[in-house]
């Protein structure tokens, strides 16, 4: 019983590894090949947990990639087919974000 407990408690502690070590490496690499972009707003608002997002769509290449961002209902006063600045990895277009939710103190190129 005490050999199951270790080996299910190794795989959690493995898999817990795994998970904060990945989002690193992608913040990582959104900090080191960042580019800017405007973005639009799409008809896309919802919540998870009270957590309050809205969906934006832009394109590198002519290819369409999709992101969310945080939504503050009490001051946001952008709506659908508003446009905002945003983030992506030019490497990866898929991690993204908003630039006011940007924590980086990286320099944005212009």
């Known amino acids: 019983m005490n050999i199951i407990f270790w080996?299910?408690?190794?795989?959690?502690?493995?898999f817990l590894m795994w998970l904060f070590i990945g989002g690193v490496i992608i913040k990582?690499?959104?900090d080191n090949n960042l580019e800017s972009k405007r973005a639009v707003i799409i008809d896309r608002f919802y919540s998870i947990r009270q957590t309050n997002y809205f969906s934006y769509v832009f394109y590198v290449d002519t290819v369409m990639y999709e992101g969310s961002g945080w939504f503050y209902p009490e001051s946001d006063v952008f709506?659908?087919?508003?446009?905002?600045?945003?983030?992506?990895?030019t490497l990866d277009p898929t991690n993204n974000e908003p630039k006011r939710e940007y924590r980086s103190h990286s320099i944005l190129k212009p």
Do not use: P
């Open 7 to 14: 080996l299910f408690s190794a795989m959690g502690f493995l």
């Open 28 to 30: 990582m690499q959104l």
């Open 79 to 89: 709506g659908v087919g508003d446009s905002i600045e945003i983030v992506y990895c």
